[in-house]
C-alpha cells in the first residue's frame, strides 16, 4: 500500500523567513495530495492541495509543488508570520481512494 | 467553524465496553471520512462513506464498524475497547467522492480505562 514519508518532523525559522516541508510517497497511482494545517488542541484544515496532472499550485504565501517522477511534492510557506506556528500534515489519495498522511511537521516561527 | 459537527466532544469508557461516535457533515456534502489521531500514530484514514455507501477502507479494525444514514450522518462504532484505541476520533465530510477539499469536525476525545 501506499507510504508517505514527511520531513523534516521539526522546523524553526525566524518571522519573515522561508518553510519548505517535503513529503515523499510510495504508490505512482496516487493522484492528489492536500496538505492540512493543525493548530495545538483543533481540528485539521487544508489549506492547499494539488492534483496529479499539475505540477505547481500557489495561494498567496503558500504553494505546492509535485514532481511525480520523483514522487515527491513539498509546501512552501514565504514569508512567515507567529500564527503559522502549527503541525503540518501531508496526504496522498492511492488508487483505492485511501488517504495515507504523513507524521507531521511541527513548524515553530520565532518572532 | 467547518460545518460538520460532531459528538460526543469527550469520552472515558473502560476497556471492554463499546461506544459510538456521531458525525453531521455540512450542508450539501455526500461524502464522510473518519480519522484517528493519536500521539504516535498521527492521522490514520479508518473509513470513508459516500451517499449512504461505504466506499473506501483505510486502517480500520474489525472490532470498529460505521455506517452512514439517509440524512448522511455517519456514526462509528467502536467495540471490545482497548486501551490503545485512546485516541482523538475526527470525522471530516467533502462533496466530491473523491474526498477533495475535505472539512474536519471538531473531533472526539476518546479515553479508555
Known amino acids: 500500500g501506499e507510504n508517505v514519508e514527511q520531513h523534516p518532523s521539526t522546523l524553526s525559522v525566524q518571522e519573515g523567513d522561508s518553510a519548505v516541508i517535503k513529503c515523499t510517497y510510495s504508490?505512482?497511482?496516487?493522484?492528489?495530495f492536500p496538505w492540512y494545517k493543525q493548530e495545538l488542541g483543533k481540528r485539521p484544515q487544508l489549506i492547499i492541495d494539488?492534483?496529479?496532472?499539475?505540477g505547481e499550485k500557489k495561494d498567496q504565501r503558500i504553494a505546492v509543488t509535485l514532481n511525480k517522477t520523483a514522487k515527491h511534492f513539498s509546501l512552501h510557506i514565504t514569508e512567515t508570520q507567529p500564527e503559522d506556528s502549527a503541525v503540518y500534515f501531508c496526504?496522498?489519495?492511492?488508487?483505492?481512494?485511501?488517504?495515507?498522511f504523513g507524521p507531521g511537521t511541527r513548524l515553530s516561527v520565532l518572532p | 467553524d467547518s460545518g460538520v459537527t460532531q459528538t460526543p466532544k469527550h469520552l472515558i469508557t473502560a476497556t471492554g465496553q463499546r461506544v459510538t461516535l456521531r458525525c453531521s457533515p455540512r450542508?450539501?456534502?455526500?461524502?464522510v471520512y473518519w480519522y484517528q489521531q493519536s500521539l504516535d500514530q498521527g492521522l490514520q484514514f479508518l473509513i470513508q462513506?459516500?451517499?449512504?455507501?461505504?466506499?473506501a477502507k483505510g486502517n480500520i479494525l474489525e472490532r470498529f464498524s460505521a455506517q452512514q444514514f439517509p440524512d448522511l450522518h455517519s456514526e462509528l462504532n467502536l467495540s471490545s475497547l482497548e486501551l490503545g484505541d485512546s485516541a482523538l476520533y475526527f470525522c471530516?465530510?467533502?462533496?466530491?467522492?473523491?474526498?477533495?477539499?475535505?472539512?474536519f469536525g471538531p473531533g472526539t476525545r476518546l479515553l479508555v480505562l
Open positions: 471530516a465530510s467533502s462533496v466530491s467522492r473523491g474526498g477533495e477539499t475535505q472539512y
Open positions: 504508490d505512482s497511482a496516487s493522484n492528489y
Open positions: 494539488i492534483r496529479s496532472n499539475v
Open positions: 496526504a496522498a489519495r492511492d488508487y483505492g481512494q485511501n488517504f495515507v
Open positions: 450542508s450539501g456534502d455526500l461524502s
Open positions: 462513506y459516500y451517499n449512504g455507501e461505504e466506499r
